[in-house]
């Protein structure tokens, strides 16, 4: 969508046209914060806000996908919202729910919390015999797995070497496992029937062996015509397989299907595989977990060494021992859920949260404590509804504002480093591979059928964290169309509101190429040189993302118009480190450095020698000027830009001015030098002074060279100054200026 821009300054539009705005008292008031029902999408339609939300509509509208867009955008620094697209309607969020739980679960655990699982010996020991029964009493840990240690019975390996540590090798008895601290049934009720056939529908409950999952591979038989090959790891006896209309055939093909039976650990495979194919591997979930964890507890105890001899042991007898297995802890956990969206994980810290929080370790408790804690920190909870703790039951809702106000609360957690770290980031899987400095951003990621959601914050190189909501219910498009249109949005909202990254990259890169120039004026020189070359970009800068005028960036090293040529020249020069170019570039473009379009020095001699600069740059005195008297048209400036004109005024304003031909004579003859100087071209508009600037470098016994952004040759380029004055017939005269400024860089 094209957009009209502003007339501004040298710095903010044409060089040829070097004029500007008087400070007025305030610009136009901005329209009022996104409320809901204020417009069919909840726009703000303060410009050029409301430009880049319909560039975002126009992003969605064109991909062609269909469905309903939500996004909001919140500045932690301005303390306001910036973009809102249907911020208070109700959307399903799939897994960015778990946002909810990981950010409850921060504020109910201390960070070095673990889940545990509990090993009662009830009897007594005999030498290296204990007679009676062990008993494994689930507390909802969800590692006990091969995630984290590559053998999925790597955990209850190390648990028999405990026991056996106590000098045990034989159990004389039994065996029991005791999952019965969640009272739910483990498979939510509240989940469609067709997700308990993937891996991440399996069943929930408080004692499981490796996510409750295993690992089907299917392989072609030795020749073709024989039935596929199946195995099932870890490698236990739970599964059977019907694979009888499953078969080899000639060449490199699979076309192949499986289903799961209802109720047992049946699996059905059918259809063809070739001989030359590669295996088709499938996470397939476990029915009737209690006996899959039973069987791989006797497996680690035959492969450690630990022997059960069956007896029958009496129902009552004393705790001989009770040990607290831990395996892995909090940041883990929270890692697995944000960054690898574990359904299973999600679920048991619900459950946990009951637990601590109320005693119960049921879904109905820890959803209850969800509730409280959203509401104290002032989330409005009847906007949102909650049904379980990964997201996967469709009947969760939120709206983006109040989904946006949970990571606004949470940046002031005591606990925000570790919630940092635990979201996910484009390099950390498939999601923005091409997202520029990845670093910048951590997300939560959402999917289910028919439903996208994206959460979480933006970095931005100004300071400022923006939490970010982003949601795409009912869309008829395929799911990779709409993560398309889902990574596309986010990029953009990244690289508008944190234009500046990679300005300040090139300018970094400029400071250290500098680094070993001493003395402001070689620096001057220096990065003036540095920039020859660099294309010319007509107004390239503005007041970042969130400016009332222009949004352009605030500062942009590697586009230059002739205005901001200088004041990245002198930034740069000025700088005793990299942290400090954006700092001195507020300093000399804005007065007082406040970095809005009211207070940029737009009149670049009233304003930005003898005005905002005038402790960093003095007019110099040339023989032969003359004094000039003009009126600036404030007005006209700030009504070109829509600004409000009421209490701003035209002044008038007197100058010395070197004459054309007389600038011309001096700098035919003078040979003087080394100096850099600041050089205003003074025009025949009769409301403003300047209509280009530049810098003029002098050498002893060299002619003097103008350096300057040129729109006439569309880059930075230097040229002799009496050659320039030459071939501009029309201009009045021109005005020197030297930089006083006491520093000069590291």
């Known amino acids: 969508m094209k957009r009209r821009r502003p007339a501004a300054a040298c710095a903010l539009l044409l060089c040829a046209t070097l004029f500007g705005a008087n400070r007025p008292s305030a610009p136009a008031a901005p329209a009022p914060e996104p409320t809901p029902g204020s417009s069919a999408f909840g726009l703000d339609q303060t410009k050029p806000r409301a430009a880049f939300e319909r560039r975002i509509l126009d992003i969605f509208d064109s991909s062609g996908i269909g469905g309903r867009l939500g996004l909001v955008v919140h500045s932690r620094k301005q303390g306001k919202y910036l973009h809102a697209v249907r911020p208070d309607t109700a959307f399903t969020p799939a897994s960015t729910l778990k946002l909810v739980v990981t950010s409850t679960a921060l504020e109910t655990f201390p960070e070095d919390w673990a889940p545990q699982t509990l090993l009662r010996l009830y009897g007594s020991q005999e030498g290296k015999t204990f007679r009676g029964r062990l008993v494994v009493v689930g507390r909802g840990d969800p ?9 999925p019975l790597f955990v209850l390996r190390s648990w028999c070497d405990s026991i056996r540590a106590m000098g045990i090798d034989t159990i004389a008895g039994a ?90 650990n049946k699996v059905t495979v059918s259809g063809t595989i070739g001989e030359d194919a590669m295996p088709m591997d499938a996470v397939i979930p476990v029915r009737q977990s209690q006996f899959w964890f039973e069987e791989a507890f006797r497996e680690a105890m035959r492969l450690q060494g630990l022997e059960l001899a069956p007896e029958p042991a009496p129902a009552v007898l004393p705790l001989w021992a009770e040990l607290r297995m831990k395996t892995v802890g909090l940041p883990s956990i929270l890692a697995e859920i944000n960054q690898r969206s574990q359904n299973f994980y999600a679920e048991t810290l619900l459950r946990q949260i009951g637990a601590k929080t109320s005693g119960t370790a049921s879904v109905a408790k820890g959803l209850e404590a969800e509730r409280k804690r959203l509401a104290s920190i002032g989330i409005d909870t009847s906007r949102i509804r909650l049904v379980d703790g990964s997201g996967l039951s469709l009947s969760n809702r939120v709206t983006p504002r109040e ?13 925000l480093d570790l919630w940092w770290s635990s979201l996910a980031r484009p390099d950390f899987g498939s999601r923005m591979p091409n997202f520029e400095f990845p670093y910048r951003t951590r997300f939560k990621t959402g999917y289910v059928g028919g439903v996208q959601g994206l959460a979480g914050y933006v970095a931005t190189a100004l300071g400022d964290t923006l939490c970010v909501t982003l949601y795409i219910n009912g869309y008829k498009g395929s799911d990779q169309a709409a993560r398309a249109v889902m990574d596309s949005i986010w990029t953009a909202v990244a690289d508008h509101e944190d234009a500046e990254r990679r300005a300040l990259r090139t300018a ?21 040189k540095r920039m020859l070359g660099r294309p010319y970009l007509a107004g390239p800068t503005g007041e970042g993302a969130s400016g009332e005028v222009s949004d352009r960036p605030l500062v942009l090293p590697d586009s230059l118009d002739c205005v901001t040529f200088v004041e990245h020249v002198l930034a740069l020069a000025l700088a005793e480190n990299p942290e400090e170019i954006l700092p001195h570039l507020t300093e000399i473009r804005y007065d007082r450095g406040i970095a809005d379009f009211a207070h940029r020095n737009h009149f670049f001699v009233d304003d930005w020698i003898r005005g905002g600069n005038r402790a ?27 600004l409000d004109t009421a209490g701003v005024e035209d002044t008038p304003s007197e100058l010395r001015v070197l004459p054309r031909e007389k600038a011309i004579a001096l700098f035919d003859t003078l040979k003087a030098g080394p100096r850099v100087s600041g050089i205003a071209f003074v025009d025949n508009l009769d409301w403003i002074w300047a209509t280009h600037a530049g810098l003029v470098v002098q050498d002893s016994g060299k002619a003097a060279v103008l350096r300057h952004a040129s729109s006439r040759l569309g880059e930075v380029s230097e040229q002799k100054l009496s050659d320039y004055l030459r071939s501009r017939p029309k201009l009045a005269g021109i005005v020197l200026w030297d930089v006083v400024a006491p520093r000069a860089g590291p």
Request: proline share 6%; aromatic share 10%.
């Open 143 to 151: 590692s006990v797995s091969g995630r984290f240690f590559g053998d």
């Open 508 to 528: 970094r890169l400029d400071w250290e190429a500098g680094r070993g120039v001493k003395g402001l004026l070689p620096r001057m020189d220096f990065f003036s």
């Open 616 to 642: 960093l740059v003095s007019l110099r005195p040339l023989p032969g000027d003359t004094l000039l008297s003009r009126t600036m048209g404030r007005r006209r400036f700030a009504a070109a830009n829509g």
């Open 175 to 264: 065996v029991e496992v005791d999952r019965s601290w969640y009272p739910d049934v483990p498979s939510p009720e509240t989940w469609e029937r067709r997700f308990l056939d993937s891996w991440y529908g399996a069943e929930i409950t408080a004692l499981a062996f490796n996510d409750n999952c295993a690992l089907m591979r299917i392989l072609p038989g030795a020749k073709a015509g024989d039935s596929v090959d199946v195995a099932v790891s870890p490698g236990l006896s739970l599964f059977s397989v019907d694979r009888t209309n499953a078969k080899t055939v000639p060449g490199r093909r699979r076309k192949l299907r499986y289903s799961l039976d209802r109720l047992e």
């Open 403 to 415: 989904m946006n106000k949970l990571l606004q609360k949470t940046l002031s957690s005591p606990h």
